[in-house]
């Protein structure tokens, strides 16, 4: 979820005057979630009554962010530095995704980009009570990010910090360091979920208490995500060897 404009295209504006500092010093490069475009498409009928796009159907986000790579599509990958990334929808059908996905595979050199980031809206696994296109999205993709030795899963959707083991099935972690982490960062200003305290088997670390945001350093050797508080208080750290 982007700007939560929701329909409303002064909300967007705000949303650019708000971020135009950070914005216009580094690459800003976002994903669509279901407040950009509900997933399965909107209901032409009911387009401003309910829907969590609030009838946008994704138009707006992509005039506003287009994809170069997919100038029709929401899904894209960019290089930067070491890392490859992957950005996917959770609202799209994933058939095509699943396509685009093996193919930017298997093009990657991964002696000069050795790390793979994938970002998708909803999670595939979290410790909330996961709904059945969450589980869906982990019997779709779970596989294929293990099969490609994707590194680092970024999740939103849900309103807490969460990061989860290196992730072998629903209920548990893997004992080799060959599977992905997923780290759910959804703490940066919306609410708190209402059952954000739960836990999970694959929950590391989990803050629903303060809204922060994270930090990814990356070299050849090491990749290390942070996370902070507002105030800039480190409250949770991993870093993972090149040899992941």
């Not at 490609?148 to 629903?170: G, I, K, P, Q, S």
Request: aromatic fraction near 14%; hydrophobic fraction near 40%; proline fraction near 6%.
């Amino acid at each position: 979820d982007i700007s939560y404009a929701r329909g409303w295209p002064w909300i967007w504006e705000r949303y650019f005057d708000m971020i135009q500092p950070l914005a216009t010093s580094m690459p800003w490069m976002v994903g669509v979630g279901n407040h950009e475009i509900d997933n399965g498409g909107t209901d032409a009928f009911r387009a401003t009554d309910g829907s969590d796009s609030g009838g946008e159907c994704g138009v707006p986000t992509h005039q506003r962010f287009p994809y170069f790579e997919s100038p029709t599509l929401m899904w894209y990958t960019f290089d930067y530095g070491p890392v490859h990334f992957v950005v996917l929808s959770s609202e799209h059908q994933p058939a095509p995704q699943l396509a685009f996905f093996e193919r930017d595979m298997s093009l990657l050199n991964r002696t000069l980009t050795p790390w793979v980031i994938v970002a998708i809206h909803r999670p595939l696994f979290t410790s909330s009570d996961r709904d059945g296109l969450e589980r869906r999205l982990a019997h779709t993709w779970h596989a294929l990010f293990v099969a490609h030795h994707v590194d680092v899963v970024l999740l939103a959707h849900d309103h807490y910090y969460e990061r989860m083991c290196a992730v072998e099935t629903e209920v548990s972690c893997s004992a080799n360091r060959d599977r992905p982490v997923y780290i759910l960062d959804g703490s940066a200003g919306a609410e708190f979920s209402p059952n954000a305290t739960n836990a999970s088997a694959l929950t590391m670390y989990k803050d629903f208490d303060l809204w922060g945001y994270s930090r990814i350093e990356v070299r050849a050797d090491a990749l290390t995500h942070t996370h902070y508080h507002t105030d800039n208080s480190v409250v949770d750290t991993l870093t993972l060897p090149a040899s992941w």
